[in-house]
């Protein structure tokens, strides 16, 4: 076996195809033998993982090793996978959240409870925690996993502060479906789906200033920020005191009186539409967003998706920084939230548009959440 792989890893920089090699990997895995994939794959990584730009055989190689063990059912599986995912750590971590994000896809909480005593890193172990959640996994009651996620020491990992059970705001997460070939998710941005609000000329709409600082800016837009950072997109947060109380009728009116750069020139010729927008829609919008990304990239994966849209709400709903997950929750319902979108040359309308707004109980604050991405 040593031999063989080898000859593979001295041949792989001249393939202008390794789809055998893929074969020759689920051959192996359809026979029993996962440690052939996870040798085979450490021995990659060991020549060609730490490169600042690797081959991309090595890459497509690799990753169809990690989706075959990371998907495939089967309790011998899972140790292979995190023997693998040890021996190729990268310094941004972001194969421990896609490997996390894998195995939770495609294996019972029973058999990954594993990896909290076996080959895993402490970040691993935060991610699968939190992407078990997502899928409804009781975390407090699994042998294994319970006393890890349940301890003290990593209260201070980011991750730490979420919850380790889904909210009713977070209801039942659209999650990414894969397999060893690739993977599929669904894409709820776009215009609003509840009725539209019409702009009424009469109505009264208060006088507002803006309050926007650099740090709810960037809290507000942390659901998408992986759009600007990793792919084309744009974002616009900002945050409004109004005068006098904010109806629901007057919301329209009022946002187009706010000198948003993402409804420059919408009005009568432009399209333009509000609609009002239940806070588990806005968790849904936002989280598909930081999870699967935009155009160009895959997103912070589950767990470090559902943290950014929580950092969104925090700041959309101006609660306090030293807010709870659950201060933060019964914040987002006692706000009103409307979904907008516009025909302006700002919003790419493509695929990745997103347009929120938050209305505090008292009704004398707004914020906004503007997003789009292009390819």
Known sequence: MVDRIQKIVTMLPGLKSVTNIWKVAERRLA??????????????????????RPIWQYGSVFDHLLRLL????????????LRLVSSAQTADRKLDRYAASLLASSHPAEELAYAFTGHASEELRACL????????????????????????????????????????????????RYNAQGSSYSMPFGPPEDRNVAVVAEVHVPSAQETTTETAAKGIGAAVANWVDESNGRVEARVFELAGPLEAESVPRALLGLGLESLKGAGRKTSFSVAACPPDRAWRVLFAAASTGGAYNSGARGAYGR??????????????EAATAEDVEARVRECAWYGFSAGTKWFERVAWDIGLVAVSPEHRRLSVLAATDTD
């Open 31 to 52: 026979q029993g033998d996962a440690s052939f994939l996870a040798d085979l794959g450490i021995a990659l990584a060991g020549t060609y993982g730490s490169d600042s």
């Open 70 to 81: 990371a998907t495939t059912p089967g309790p011998g599986n899972v140790p292979q996978a």
């Open 129 to 176: 925690v939190h992407e078990l959640v997502l899928r409804g996994a009781d975390v407090t009651e699994t042998p294994g996993i319970a006393g890890w996620a349940t301890s003290a020491h990593w209260r201070r990992h980011p991750l730490g502060w979420l919850p380790l059970a889904l909210s009713e705001v977070e209801g039942q997460p659209d999650l990414p």
């Open 307 to 320: 943290l950014a849209v929580w950092q969104s709400l925090a700041g959309l709903t101006g609660a306090a």
